[in-house]
């Protein structure tokens, strides 16, 4: 097996809940070279979210399309990215020195912060979704779960490890993505908003940059707080891309 394709599937595995062969072999650089392939991953996962979303627009309207198509993106990815949401505002504004937030972060019981982000994370993008045709909203969840994906390697790039890295669940990369990687990464992302930028274009560019807004809070504040990222920090700046995509779109949609 080639090492890119090998690098593939660990992104899959990792990102995802679908089974793939466990023939890797993961060394200190797997998630640095399985990095570039996280857009094309979240391409694939908002296209299911997106098949969710249709199926159920054919028998139901309102609200209940969009909460299957969010609770399938949650379903498929182990609600990878909604802990890390969670988890990141119990820690950044639960404790007020870098080590109680530090530990509050790595503690996995949901505390007052985090509750209230998690419901507002689902809330804000059902509500979002379910404002928009369908078509519309299967083109802006393949692009949200894309540009989610990449602003994760963006700040794991961007950012130090904060805390110890030894005692983290996952060995972090310490080199840069490199040129390759990068190219890599920015054509799958492009591949994963190409669909939108295409049925509306005026929504399409409200929807990046407030995305791009909004993915900049949780990485700014981590590394104002904490000095750094966490894994958990990762997860939220997915999350705040995708909540940003969605309000921008709709807003801009809901004019056209």
């Not at 609770?71 to 504004?93: K, M, N, V, W």
Request: hydrophobic letters at 55%; glycine letters at 14%.
């Amino acid at each position: 097996m080639s090492r890119q394709i090998q690098s593939l599937l660990n992104a899959v595995q990792f990102m995802t809940l679908v089974p793939t062969p466990r023939t890797a072999q993961f060394d200190d650089d797997w998630l640095l070279s399985a990095s570039k392939y996280f857009p094309l991953v979240g391409a694939g996962i908002g296209l299911v979210c997106g098949g969710v979303l249709l199926a159920g627009s054919l028998i139901w309207s309102g609200v209940v399309p969009a909460m299957m198509a969010v609770a399938a993106g949650a379903a498929l990815t182990g609600a990878l990215h909604e802990d890390g949401i969670a988890d990141t505002a119990d820690g950044l504004f639960g404790g007020s020195t870098r080590e109680q937030r530090l530990a509050l972060i790595k503690d996995s019981r949901l505390g007052l912060y985090g509750a209230v982000a998690l419901v507002l994370s689902f809330a804000i993008r059902v509500a979002a979704l379910a404002s928009l045709p369908p078509w519309l909203g299967v083109a802006t969840l393949v692009a949200g779960y894309s540009l989610g994906r990449t602003g994760i390697v963006a700040a794991m790039s961007a950012l130090p490890y904060a805390g110890d890295a030894a005692t983290g669940k996952l060995s972090y990369p310490t080199r840069a993505i490199g040129t390759a990687g990068w190219f890599g990464l920015a054509a799958f992302s492009v591949l994963g908003a190409t669909w939108l930028v295409m049925l509306n274009p005026p929504a399409a560019i409200a929807g990046l940059l407030v995305a791009g807004v909004f993915g900049l809070a949780a990485p700014w504040i981590a590394l104002r707080l904490i000095g750094g990222y966490r894994g958990d920090v990762l997860g939220a700046t997915e999350q705040m891309i995708q909540i940003g995509l969605l309000l921008g779109v709709v807003a801009m949609a809901g004019h056209g």
